[in-house]
């Protein structure tokens, strides 16, 4: 045990005195989680909108009254059809059309549903979902202005059709790719490199000609970016939740539980890079396409999963992130439980198995 | 305690490459014991082998009486390893170093002071600077603690003097022979000749063999021919003339002076003189002198050459 | 061998760093065709020096001509008219010994003509015809530095300076070596040595001894030994560094 604490100390004293690693720690899941999240909740205003009015009332423009002064949006054009919309789109001259259906004063007045059609520029995805909420929150406003008092209550049902992406997933969607890029990063790739760094220095040499065993420098040398990732791993939840909102609508403890599992299997998969890598370089080259690239590309962080070539989304099943994002996804934004996720928690505990054992069979108590 | 090396028809190879070829090799305890050799001579790998870092492709050797291969942890508890390139932490300081290096074989610094407190006392200084700022001299005695803390039985110090000026290297060497008079078995791999005369016994080794096995006084004193030292002003022109005396066994630059053996055992210096004058080179110095480590090491590596 | 033309010539030579004196005021000749060894314990200030000799830094203070140029103004010339080989860099192991030498040669300003023509004259002289073409990394060590030595002068600069060029050297492939200096010595070409190597200071024609940026020493390797009493060059060395302010 004092052989492990021994350790433990030389590992955090490495660490802390390299600034690079402190970094990479610490400021990368901050830096990225600020990126992501402001390039993403930036701040509507004067969003161009244009205007099919098929019903022409004193609702209607009442509507477009309320729209228009609330400063996130301003009417540039109003359109006979939605004939001209794709051809406005395209040149970009409005990003937003807002379609009254005719009658649609009297619909509303009668109680029935009257309903207005939202249509978006969606090539800026994330931008699209941000007006939509925008506009539906607008709406919504309305209509409970209106229905103040009314037993039989007026309702105005939105149908949305995001143009050119019309299957953009959630804009929280970040928060659980960040989360599986930043763990994966300091987990795999920091572990490989601090363990191909004794290599290349010569001091793997000392280790293993002194009686201490693969498995002890093993776990000395993963025990602390298990403790750092599962910081990080706070930070990220934490950030989301207080800086940007997102909610945590599952079980807290079972979103840590399964970050926890994640976080070992890339510590496992870490081990093994350095098993094949000799030097600092050759560590983190690997880190970088093997692992970085397709947690970004391949994952479903950015792109969507169903929109890939075929191809691709089979490659797609053997990456640990993809697995992660579809859990805290779950568990996040869903609120789902345990039995929504068993099947992709088994998942990742048998690449965790498998990594480990490849590990400790390459991991070698002589030099070749 | 008979901490002893014995080395059997040791061979290993990389690929085509054999880097030891048959090496048998008995090692005394409690001796000063020195591999000479050029860079690609197998003392590196020879010392990886005894380390227990690599398996050899046959032939085998014991430690202390533990089999080199199968008996690999015991020798890892009674070995003090010093590899070539400098391997401690450079970004932990000195005591930091040494601390850990201590856990690491379960023992504390203060309990091992009677082994290093002569070493330590010289680096004590330093004891807060990260071990990457030492200069190279420095950086060899922490190393060296290191190695040393655990009070091993068997020291093997690779090429612990390469690259460290001339100041280092003598107070280095002042501290191994502090060392042996504990008792520990030290074997040092260098490839400077000269260091050969600070070891009880040497082999001189080349391209994976052993040239030669003796104390240095035994080595120096089976050197056959009788070995001249010639000095002159233009000390290429001599080189050159004496390249071209049909009688040369053997001629090297040593500095100023150069050294040559004639291949007739009845040969008359005279004859040499009249030749140089002919050449004219008139003032030229030259005395019989006894052969040093490096006049013999070039001897038996030309002859081992000459036999292939 | 020796002429009187000084190819180096250093007055007051002075570097700093911040408030660390690294060259304190030296001042020294090196005559044409002379083998010059620059010696010096690590951190004595030899690689500093030897990098203003080069013209690849400034120095704080001094008077520096090499080969007739000056190392503030002339720089690019300077350049032109000297060699380097160290140990640590000298050849491109996965280009073929060819390849190294037009390579070089190249960067010169040979014509390919030239260098074809000198290259061949070379690889008779070095035995290593039959190795025109293999990679540099297949090499033993010892032809790998022979090599790089003769492309160092390839170009026939008047000085050439090598930086610890025969560490961990067997002592016959050695020998070789510095058969090429001396023959390159003798071509009129200024060799100028730095090393902590105490044997090779032994081969040089003069040596000077660096302790804590100064100049302590100038001589013969012979008028060394008789001043301090010493029976070779590492006796001398000792005496002289201890003598200092050895510290760390």
Known sequence: MKRFIGFLKKEFYHIFRDKRSMLILFGMPIVQLLLFGFVITNDLKDVKMAVVDHSKDEYTSEIINKITSSGYFKLVKSLDGIAQVDE???????????????????????????????????????????????????????????????????????????????????????????????????SAMMTSISIAREKEMGTMEILLVSPLRPLQIILGKVTPYLFLSFINALVI???????????????????????????????????????????????????????????????????????????????????????????????????????????????????????????????????? | MNSTVSINNLSKSYGDVSALKEINLNIKSGELFGL??????????????????????????????????????????????????????????????????????????EDNMDMIRDIWVQI????????????????????????????????????????????????????????????????????????????????????????????????????????????????????????????????????????????????????????????????????????????????????????? | MNSDKKVISVRNLTKKFGSFTANDDLSFDVYQGEIFGFLGANGAGKTTAMKILCGLSYPTSGEIMVAGLDVYK????????????SQKFSLYEDLTVFENIRFYAGIYGMSLKDIKLKSDDLLKKLDLVHARNKRIGELPLGWKQKLAFSVAIFHNPEIVFLDEPTGGVDPVTRRQFWDLIYEASRNGITVFVTTHYMDEAEYCNRVSIMVDGRIEALDTPEGLKNKFDAKDMDEVFLRLARKSNYKE
């Not at chain 2, 009674?78 to 450079?90: A, V, W």
């Open chain 1, 88 to 186: 406005l789109f395209r040149k970009g001259e409005t990003k937003l059309v807002l379609v009254f259906e005719p009658d649609f004063g009297k619909n509303f007045i009668k109680g029935s549903k009257a309903s207005v059609q939202i249509l978006t520029d969606a090539s800026e995805p994330n931008m699209a979902s941000l007006e939509v909420n925008y506009l539906q929150g607008i709406l919504q406003n309305y209509n409970l202005e209106i229905n103040r008092g009314k037993i039989v209550p007026s309702q105005i049902s939105t149908q949305t059709r995001m143009y050119f992406n019309p299957n953009m997933e959630s804009v929280y969607m970040f928060v659980p790719g960040i989360m599986a890029t930043i763990l994966m990063l300091v």
């Open chain 1, 237 to 368: 939840v934490g950030m989301g939740y207080f800086v940007f909102g997102v909610p945590v609508l599952g079980s807290f403890a079972l979103l840590m539980a399964e970050s926890l599992l994640f976080i070992l299997m890339a510590l496992s998969l870490g081990i093994f890079i350095s098993t094949v890598s000799d030097s600092q370089q050759v560590a983190m080259m690997l880190s970088m396409f093997a692992l970085m690239l397709p947690t970004i590309l391949l994952s479903g962080f950015i792109f969507p999963l169903r929109n890939m070539p075929v191809p691709l989304q089979i490659i797609s099943h053997i990456i640990p992130p993809r697995w992660f994002i579809i859990i805290i996804k779950n568990i996040m934004l869903k609120g789902s439980g345990f039995e929504f996720v068993w099947k992709e928690t088994l998942i990742l505990i048998g690449m965790t198995a498998g990594f480990i054992g490849l590990s400790v069979k390459k991991f070698k108590i002589r030099l070749e």
């Open chain 2, 36 to 109: 000479i050799g050029p860079d690609g001579a197998g003392k590196t790998t020879l010392f990886r082998l005894l380390a227990t870092l690599l398996l050899p492709d046959s032939g085998s050797a014991a430690l202390c009486g533990f089999e080199m291969v199968k008996e690999y942890r015991h020798i890892r508890n009674i070995l003090g390893y010093m590899p070539g390139k400098f391997s401690l932490y450079q970004d932990l300081t000195v005591l930091e170093n040494l601390n850990f290096f201590a856990t690491v074989f379960n023992t504390r610094i």
């Open chain 2, 124 to 308: 004590e200084p330093f004891k807060d600077r990260p071990a990457g700022k030492l200069s190279g001299g420095m950086k060899q005695k922490l190393a060296l603690c290191c190695a040393l803390i655990h009070q091993p039985k068997i020291l093997l110090l690779d090429e612990p003097t390469t690259g460290v000026d001339a100041v280092s290297r003598s107070e280095f060497w002042q501290m191994l022979k502090g060392l042996k008079s504990k008792g520990i078995t030290i074997v040092v791999a260098t490839p400077y000749m000269d260091e050969a005369n600070l070891c009880e016994r040497v082999a001189l080794m080349q391209s994976g063999e052993i040239l030669s096995l003796d104390s240095p006084s035994g080595i120096i004193a089976s050197f056959e021919k009788d070995l001249y030292s010639f000095e002159a002003k233009d000390t290429y022109q001599l080189l050159l003339n004496l390249r071209a005396y049909p009688f040369v066994n053997s001629v090297f630059l040593f500095g100023q002076s150069v050294h040559y053996t004639d291949v007739r055992d009845d040969f008359v210096l005279s004859d040499l003189k009249d030749y140089l004058k002919s050449k004219g080179q008139d003032h030229v110095e030259i005395k019989q002198i006894a052969a040093g480590i490096e006049d013999c090491f070039m001897a038996l590596s030309q002859q081992n050459t000459v036999q292939k």
């Open chain 3, 74 to 85: 002339q720089r690019e010339e300077l350049k032109r008219n000297i060699g380097y080989m």
